[in-house]
């Protein structure tokens, strides 16, 4: 047989263990506005044509990102570019004046 005491010990060490759980789960949750903010790269080595140019997060200038896109879609090296592509600036393509 058990005693009361240890009984009540038992008890009080549940109680202590069930007491100290929730703050292990606070602290394993992270304040989102404490996180860093990380900037994506503004300039640096393009992945592909390997020019020092303004990239985006994929480590791509903008005529390469859309080359890239393009390819996905079927496109190969030295087709026209499809009507639906709306790049600005390539020298493959020249966007139409939707006025007069």
Do not use: F
């Not at 009984?7 to 992270?30: F, G, M």
């Not at 200038?61 to 009507?83: F, S």
């Amino acid at each position: 047989m058990t005693s009361v005491e240890e009984v009540l010990e038992e008890i009080s060490a549940e109680k202590a263990l069930a007491e100290r759980k929730p703050e292990a789960e606070e602290k394993t949750e992270e304040d989102l506005s404490k996180l860093k903010q990380r900037k994506p790269p503004v300039g640096g080595l393009c992945r592909r044509c390997g020019k020092n140019k303004p990239i985006n997060r994929l480590m791509l200038c903008y005529p390469c990102w859309v080359k890239t896109e393009l390819e996905n879609t079927g496109w190969r090296e030295g087709l026209p570019h499809p009507d639906w592509c709306r790049c600005e600036g390539l020298p493959d393509h020249q966007r139409k004046s939707s006025s007069n």
